[in-house]
């Protein structure tokens, strides 16, 4: 019984954080950067190696489109290219560290507007979601051994 109750309440909390991260970055504006230049940057952020094509797929634009972005990304030192030996006509894309010091700031600005929303919370409460958010981030981390 206590298995079921958990998997149900574990189902609720993670649509509630996606729900949650949406409606913290729904209306983000980043300065310099459309919104669809901050979301293919953050898919770099948080996948490797994008092919053209993934990134077509991802985001359903036209190649000429996400080429355009991609090279001015790559003009603007944000992102790398290259060819894997496999494959010599592929090219994957990565971020490079001014790209993840570009979203980072990004993602501060992000939190500073989130942290108005749990400021009612007493210490107690705190230390109790980030005692939460830690074994989860522990057991995930363990998962992806």
């Known amino acids: 019984m206590i298995r079921e109750e ?3 309440t574990l189902f609720e909390f993670i649509n509630m954080i996606q ?11 980043p300065t310099g950067l459309s ?7 953050e898919q770099l952020y948080y ?4 092919s053209l094509k993934d990134l077509i797929l991802l985001f359903q634009i ?7 972005h991609l090279n001015n990304f790559l003009k603007n030192e944000l992102i790398t290219r ?11 894309y990565n971020i490079t560290k001014e790209g993840k010091t570009l979203l980072d ?3 501060f600005e992000i ?5 108005q929303k749990f400021e009612h919370l007493d210490e107690e409460t705190l230390e109790n979601t980030i005692a939460c958010m830690a074994y989860m981030r522990k057991i995930l981390s363990m998962e992806s051994r």
């Open 111 to 115: 939190l500073q507007n989130a942290s």
């Open 62 to 68: 036209s190649e000429s489109t996400m080429r355009r």
């Open 19 to 29: 729900k949650l991260g949406f409606h913290m970055t729904e209306n983000y504006q």
């Open 82 to 92: 290259y060819q894997p030996p496999a494959n010599k006509r592929k090219w994957l």
């Open 6 to 8: 958990f998997n149900i």
């Open 35 to 41: 919104k669809l230049e901050y979301s293919i940057l």
């Open 105 to 107: 700031a990004c993602y």
């Open 47 to 50: 996948k490797e190696n994008q």
